[in-house]
Structures are given as structure tokens and as C-alpha cells.
């Protein structure tokens, strides 16, 4: 099995590049994985308006997800799973031999109703809200623990 990011906008901030790098790397030790960064959306005008942005990063989105893969979308209203029930999700799509696991992050306005329509798991990370950038990172941190977890590598601590 594959797994896969489809990420809007660049990491700005050197610190979550390197962080962000540091987990994908991680996580390439384990299986093959592929970034994505969509390019962000700009507002058409001087007040940006966030229902055309996200319209227009979704179906940008959508033509990124390929056919036969599990769509994993994040969003804050979203289903929150522990980090082991991540786990979980990881293993049994490597077992059932789902092609490719896609995580989908949204840019700064999330993510417009056709892209979690097309999702076969809106995930949450947090009750908190997060810049989409911090999501970055938080996620990748998860999927290399759900990782270890699923080798029963020390990273875990249960």
C-alpha cells in the first residue's frame, strides 16, 4: 500500500519544513509515500472570498485523488480518533490492500463540501482549531506513530 498527502499551500515557516520533513522521511522508511502541495487559491479581488477559494482548491483537489484510493479529509467537524484507532485504520487498509491511503488537508479556508463528500473518513486532529500548515505536521507526527505502533516500536508509549 501507498499512502499519500495532498496538502493547499507551502509550508512557510522554516520550522514546520523541517519538521514536515523529518516526519515524511520517517515515514518513508515504512512505506512508499508521496507529498502533494496544491497551489493556493488567490481571492479574485481585493476581498478575498473564501466559498470561491474553496471551491476552486477543491476541485483541484478531487482531480488529485486517484481512483480505488481511501480519501482520509481532515476537518475540524470531523471524527476523532485516538492515535492507536490510527493504527488501526493504516493496518487494515495495508491487509484489505487498499491501493493508496490519501490524507487530504485543506487550505486557509478548509475545504469546500464536494472534497468531504468525496472522502471516505472526515478526520479531526483536535477539538482545537489549527492553522492548515500546524495540520501538516500534527499529521505526519501521527501517521509515523501509528506506525511504530503497528511494529511495536518504542516510539509509542502506552
Known sequence: MKLA???VGKLSAPYLRKGAEDYSGRIRRYLPFREAELKEEKGGGKKADPRYIRDREG???L???PRGAFSVVLDEGG???RSEELAGLIDRHMVQGTPELV???GGAY???DAVKKRADLVLSLSAMTFTHQMARLLLLEQIYRGLTILR???YHNT
Do not use: M, S, T
Open 110 to 112: 478548509g475545504l469546500n
Open 103 to 105: 490524507f487530504v488537508i
Open 63 to 65: 482531480e488529485k485523488i
Open 5 to 7: 498527502l495532498l496538502c
Open 59 to 61: 476541485e483541484r483537489i
Open 79 to 81: 471524527k476523532a480518533l
Open 152 to 154: 511495536n516500536e518504542p
